[in-house]
């Protein structure tokens, strides 16, 4: 046997989400990306695979690297090989970008020491049709400068109540946040890019606390307003959830410091 992990990239926007759903919506099988590399592994390896993510994304969010496990029964099939033989078999909307061996007792969701999220803006001019399902396109043009002083509020532990989606069931609201900016894509002038680095995310935090920053700059706040609502813990506070398809899981890593969720 053998222990693979995978770095999967994938277009969320017709999937019902990362984790496999074993209900099906109004008769309908739901479709997601757990589930479609689990088929198509069980028809490659003829046994039933159980694939272990590093985290879940929701419906239309998108991924360039989303970590994920399995145990493979067969120690013949060198680990590189399941590149080109998953991708021949998955759907055009998930890509497998790399396969390697690792120890038999790794977990991409246990061993992974943060997440990366990139949240994307199309700002002042419509984005090109080919990419209007991977920014939220913004009519005008934020302060900058402001949403980076409120970003950068964002460090260490820190209680997120106000963020958590209502039915988030975590049984703490409290994440460590390595790295949070503002900034626009340097070869787009017109793509603004949201970054946070944390160990673990709330249900649709990343969002929130988007649609927050974009709110309050509009609206003329500043970061100690976006501080008295963080420290208020109260979610009817937040401003709007920003729309999914402007959202990618962009890297998990493995070499930090593993903390608390």
């Not at 649609?211 to 709007?240: C, H, M, V, W, Y």
Request: proline residues 5%.
């Amino acid at each position: 046997m053998k222990n693979i992990l995978l770095t999967v990239s994938y277009d969320g926007t017709d999937f019902c989400g990362w984790q496999r759903q074993d209900k099906s919506d109004k008769g309908n099988a739901v479709r997601t990306v757990q589930g479609e590399i689990e088929t198509v592994l069980k028809k490659m390896l003829k046994s039933d695979i159980a694939l272990t993510g590093s985290g879940r994304t929701d419906s239309g969010v998108h991924a360039f690297g989303q970590a994920a496990n399995f145990i493979s029964p067969y120690d013949s099939i060198p680990a590189p090989s399941y590149v080109k033989a998953l991708n021949g078999y998955l759907p055009k909307d998930i890509r497998i970008m790399d396969a390697e061996e690792v120890p038999m007792e790794f977990s991409s969701r246990f061993n992974a020491t943060s997440r990366v999220y990139r949240y994307f803006m199309q700002v002042e001019t419509p984005p090109f049709a080919k990419d209007s399902r991977f920014v939220w396109y913004i009519k005008h043009r934020p302060n900058l400068q402001n949403l980076k002083e409120m970003a950068h509020v964002l460090h260490g532990e820190m209680n997120f109540k106000t963020f958590a989606a209502a039915g988030d069931v975590s049984l703490s609201f409290n994440r460590y946040i390595d790295n949070c900016d503002f900034y626009y894509d340097e070869n787009n002038p017109s793509l603004l890019v949201f970054e946070i680095e944390a160990n673990a995310f709330l249900w649709k935090m990343v969002r929130s606390l988007t649609g927050t920053f974009i709110d309050l700059d509009k609206k003329g706040f500043g970061k100690d307003d976006f501080a008295r609502i963080l420290n208020a813990q109260e979610r009817s506070l937040a401003g709007p959830t920003a729309p999914p398809e402007g959202l990618f899981l962009y890297k998990i890593k493995f070499d930090g410091i593993r903390r608390h969720v």
